[in-house]
């Protein structure tokens, strides 16, 4: 069956809070006073990680597919890497939390204006398809209202506008309605989808929910899937269907094993849920609403998917065709990644089809994640295992990390590092082309000192930086060998190491990402499930659920310019020692990077000045230094940018 980062946190929640339900009668033996005295983290060291050798960059252009500075899309970009060319801030804090009636599984995502939008999943009050905030105050900025047309959206999308350079454009698609919106809130275009879906395929969730767009190169469409499997491609001009809908051959799976959850769990964690977020659409808890759709079966596709910019070859995990599993029965027992392609279907039009297959034992529990040359895409099975494909899908080599992910794996594009994150840890794992080796496992210790803390583990998805992997950290209490997570905060572990560098607590669970915005803030989506169960079973232990949107906003910005600067200069040092008629592409890109790098940090230097965590005269140095520098930044140059670069990190030796 499948199981990606939502159904299997819910299947962890289920198993925990079963296992909570046989301990409860020694609820009150977990009470224990013990002291309170958490750890403090101070300014972290540089970190000593450093590039080596040719990156893994693709051919593709900026034109049209935003630089991975930020989250332009639900992974940040179209190949669903989860990492980010710039510093996140070494040092952090919570800043605020807005909209705190809406549940946010996904996202959000931010413009290059620096403005951020999220899609709402379940709500009181107001209907919302497309909410927009400023990213700095969380104040809104405008809503598109939900609608009879367009009730229920996927999360939103966002491309550079190629007519408008600079430019960019929202996109988001619904059952009924797709549009595309303008940074200010303006519609671009507002199209019928052209599904016609009677009335009881509208109540079926696996017809009517569509993920997320993602952009096909080749057709300059805008692809979306539903969880029941059906493909589109909309023009992304013109929001115009290009290609009859197409099929993922898969049957709905087969989830949940005849398990159910007591009544008296439900009791308490139900009333948390719709005290906060109301009802679903159909009427139901959203936490019973989730623990249905596990017992009910799954849909055909419930992972989002990738897409190759330079082949335009889609990659999605579903599953199998009914008959795989050995029984016709309208279900399946197993899942399967399909690579597909728009092509011509002789006649002068266009039509989905299915290149390659194939076929996991269990299931697949992550979206599959593309390499930075699109030639190796990477998934994990639900036994524990980290698996590397090439791009016809022939294995590679796999890695057992001795538990199921519990999210994508996010695919850096340096030194072949990749990050796997399961329910207890973060893993590095090295691909050696022919074998994957493992690395160093996470330090999650951010809630060491606190009293009502006795297990610390992971709790999201991780993101790659040129400093760190940014992380969230649950605490909570234990239960046969399971958390009750209670806390939660966010963390910078060192790329080098695995050692956590730095952790600020926040103030609610997530099933999204570990957003990193380009000015180092960090944003976190507040969909609390695993934390409404601690809440029901610790009710004095940890504060009410909420939803919304919350920023870490970076502290210490003379420390953010540090890191940015001196990442800098490591990639212009490794950069310069290529060679440049063979690795061309990869030194542009490295340059391309640079400058962001570098802009981070003229951006950091100010406002440590204004903030008086560095002097005027230091900072007119390193400017100096860094305009020094500019003129080099191009591919035949770079070893001349050396100097000036390293005296400016020398700086803060």
Known sequence: MIIPLFK???????????IASLGYA?????????????????????????????????QHSYDIIPEPVTWSAIHVGVRNSDGVWGVAAPMFELDWVAEPAYFVGNGPLLDNEGNLYFSANFYHGERVLLVSLDAKTGERRWVIPGGDDIS???????????????????????????????PDGSIVWSKATGLMLDDEQRKRRDTTKFHSFNYHPATDSLVSIT????????SRKTGELIAPVGQVPG??????????????ILDRVDPLMDQAFGKTDEGNSLFSSAVNYIYGGGGVVTNFFSIDPDSSIIYM????????????DGRSE??????????????????FKV?????????????????????????????GHVIALDSELRELWRVNVGEPLVGSITVATDNNELYAVTAKDVIQLIDNGDHGTRGWTGELNGFDGYANVDVQSNALTATVTANGVVVMIGGGKSLVGRTLMLHMGMGLLDRKTGKLRYFAEGREDSLAMSVVAADGSLYVAHSPLRRAVGKAIYPDLTPEVTGGIARFKPIRLDLMARDAICAATDRVINASSLVLTTERLAIETDILQIKHLLGQADNAIKQAVNDGDMTAEVAGKLTDLLQQSQPSLAAADLSQAVPGLSQACGMFN
């Open 355 to 383: 290149l390659n297959r194939n076929i996991f034992k269990g299931g697949t529990g992550s979206t599959p994640a593309l390499s930075g040359d699109g030639r190796r895409l990477y998934v994990s099975d639900n036994e």
């Open 317 to 328: 995990a579903a599953t199998a065709a009914d008959a795989e599993d050995g029984t016709v």
């Open 26 to 58: 020694t609820y009150h033996f977990f009470l224990y006073e013990k002291p309170h005295n958490p750890k403090v983290f101070g300014p972290p060291a540089k970190t000593q990680w450093k590039p080596v050798g040719a990156r893994s960059v693709a």
């Open 8 to 18: 299997s946190t819910i299947w962890n929640v289920i198993s925990l809070v079963l």
């Open 227 to 234: 969880q029941a499997g059906a493909l589109l491609a909309y």
């Open 334 to 351: 197993l899942g399967a990644i399909y690579s597909i392609n728009l092509v011509d279907d002789g006649e002068g039009g266009l039509e």
């Open 152 to 182: 229920r959206s996927s999360a939103a999308f966002i491309l550079n506008d190629p007519d408008n350079p600079g430019q960019q454009i929202i996109y988001q698609i619904g059952y009924d309605r797709l549009m595309a919106v303008r």
């Open 251 to 264: 049957a709905p799976a087969i989830s949940g094993k005849g398990t159910k959850i007591p009544g008296f």
